[in-house]
């Protein structure tokens, strides 16, 4: 699958939710997160821990300030703390993070509004591609960028295993 996401600092929730709601957006659910992120030879690999679910999630993007790519691979996982231990061993943890999302909906665009353990709060955007094209994606991507009023000073490239290994 492929999506086009940014990632910025956000200095009020509150204000976002207030331009989600007049977008109109649609409010999805809060959910807590704790993602594992392994060593591997290329790309990233975590395993999503949540209340009501577990995913595998392997994914390829460059940092870039600016909206990137992204290709990435789902796997639901039924036993997860086994395949934990399994990946653990095999390639070693590299970080954990650990956040709390309220997760928007505009078209095919997910809002993240996150709470990241020891870094703050952040936006993020991903546009999925699966039935629009990129052109469509595209547009609708910068819209919402400019309904939440994103600007470059905010902009981040890395993710929050990046920035958690480099406050370390």
Same mark, same amino acid.
Request: net charge positive; glycine share 4%; hydrophobic share 35%.
């Given at each position: 699958?492929? &999506? %086009?996401? /940014?990632?910025?600092?956000?200095?009020?929730?509150q204000?976002?939710?207030v331009a989600l709601k007049q977008m109109p957006a649609d409010f999805k659910a809060s959910i807590y997160q704790i993602d594992t992120y392994f060593h591997c030879p290329t790309g990233? /690999? @975590? %395993?999503?821990q949540m209340v009501d679910r577990?995913?595998? +999630?392997?994914? &390829?993007r460059p940092n870039s300030q600016t909206s990137r790519y992204s290709q990435y691979q789902i796997l639901p996982i039924s036993n997860p703390d086994s395949l934990k231990q399994i990946l653990t061993q095999t390639l070693g943890v590299k970080v954990v993070?650990? @956040?709390?999302?309220? /997760?928007?909906l505009f078209g095919a #665009?997910? +809002?993240? %509004?996150?709470?990241?353990?020891? /870094?703050?709060?952040? +936006?993020? %955007?991903? #546009?999925?591609?699966q039935s629009q094209s990129m052109e469509e994606a595209e547009r609708e991507h910068q819209r919402v960028k400019r309904c939440l009023k994103i600007e470059g000073r905010d902009l981040i490239g890395q993710s929050y295993s990046d920035l958690l290994l480099f406050n370390r």
């Amino acid at each position: 699958m492929q &999506n %086009l996401e /940014l990632k910025a600092i956000s200095s009020c929730h509150q204000a976002c939710v207030v331009a989600l709601k007049q977008m109109p957006a649609d409010f999805k659910a809060s959910i807590y997160q704790i993602d594992t992120y392994f060593h591997c030879p290329t790309g990233r /690999l @975590k %395993l999503r821990q949540m209340v009501d679910r577990a995913e595998l +999630i392997g994914y &390829n993007r460059p940092n870039s300030q600016t909206s990137r790519y992204s290709q990435y691979q789902i796997l639901p996982i039924s036993n997860p703390d086994s395949l934990k231990q399994i990946l653990t061993q095999t390639l070693g943890v590299k970080v954990v993070v650990e @956040k709390q999302r309220a /997760l928007w909906l505009f078209g095919a #665009t997910r +809002i993240h %509004l996150d709470r990241v353990e020891n /870094l703050g709060q952040f +936006i993020e %955007l991903e #546009t999925v591609i699966q039935s629009q094209s990129m052109e469509e994606a595209e547009r609708e991507h910068q819209r919402v960028k400019r309904c939440l009023k994103i600007e470059g000073r905010d902009l981040i490239g890395q993710s929050y295993s990046d920035l958690l290994l480099f406050n370390r």
